[in-house]
């Protein structure tokens, strides 16, 4: 899932919320696993984003138990199927994105990378009057 964060909102309550709004479970212990910054050619110009990679886990054990999970994003629908993270490697029609997420749930991310465990949101929408 690729959360669209709402004005003031932090990456962690975005992804939260987009579970919810998407497949209609809640989630929690969500913690943070890493950030994959990517620059990729974007229809003739550059593009440039940073993915916040969270885990987390349904309340609801029961969907851990469904084969697939029928989900909205806007007016389309889609059906969320439960993958081995070896079928990534073992099957080249499989993408997982994005870029180097594969790498860094089985810890094959190169010597360069730098491995994070935290980050602080600092929200200060609260202090500020206009």
Do not use: C
């Amino acid at each position: 899932m690729f959360p669209t964060y709402e004005y003031g909102e932090d990456s962690k309550s975005a992804v939260i919320r987009e579970v919810k709004e998407e497949i209609n479970l809640d989630i929690n212990e969500v913690k943070l696993l890493g950030i994959i910054e990517l620059i990729f050619p974007y229809y003739g110009d550059i593009g440039h984003e940073f993915d916040f990679i969270y885990e987390g886990k349904f309340i609801d054990k029961a969907a851990y138990k469904q084969a697939t999970i029928r989900g909205n994003e806007g007016d389309k629908t889609f059906t969320a199927t439960w993958k081995k993270i070896s079928d990534f490697r073992d099957d080249e029609s499989l993408m997982l994105v994005p870029q180097g997420l594969y790498e860094m749930l089985t810890n094959q991310g190169n010597s360069n990378s730098v491995v994070i465990n935290q980050i602080k949101h600092v929200n200060t929408k609260d202090f500020l009057k206009f």
